[in-house]
């Protein structure tokens, strides 16, 4: 009998392997709580779908970002809008299927009219779309489109250098 549950438990191991990363599901309060823990950590959130291509064409952007500033308080978050149904399965695959090294996260909101302001009044909407939080210095920046690493990174360098 022990073996049999022995057995159970790697084949649910192995299962949860190989569906990738967990995906939570957060509420527009939720997620901007989740960034105000992180009091002393600079966060590029990254607004983004599955389906949207300038979304998938920016996301090196954010790699490049994470490798320029690994051993530093600064953490990538990749915030998920795809729809409903393509939680979360879509949504792993695609992370799997591209390696995506950051936390993914999904968006569990429809009402855009709802949940933009609880994240900023500066979104119109469209997606890509980036801010940058930093509690600790009480500091917000937006930007809805692309972006390139280069911009964000003086803006990060900024808030680092704040800190000392």
Wanted: aromatic letters at 12%; proline letters at 5%; a positive charge.
């Amino acid at each position: 009998m022990r073996y049999i549950t022995l057995l159970a438990l790697a084949i649910l191991l192995l299962r949860a392997v190989a569906n990738g990363q967990e995906i939570p599901a957060y509420k527009a309060d939720g997620l901007m709580k989740r960034l105000a823990a992180g009091e002393d950590t600079v966060f590029i959130v990254n607004f983004w779908a599955t389906w949207c291509g300038p979304c998938i064409k920016e996301l090196p952007e954010f790699d490049k970002l994470a490798d320029k500033y690994s051993g530093y308080p600064v953490k990538v978050l990749l915030v998920s809008l795809d729809f409903k149904n393509d939680y979360p399965a879509k949504i792993r695959k695609f992370v799997s299927k591209r390696k995506l090294p950051h936390e993914v996260v999904w968006l569990n909101e429809t009402n855009a009219n709802d949940f933009i302001p609880k994240i900023t009044n500066e979104w119109q909407g469209s997606i890509p779309a980036t801010m940058l939080y930093h509690r600790k210095n009480n500091w917000k920046k937006f930007y809805e489109g692309m972006v390139k690493s280069e911009q964000i990174a003086v803006l990060i360098d900024k808030q680092l250098a704040a800190r000392y």
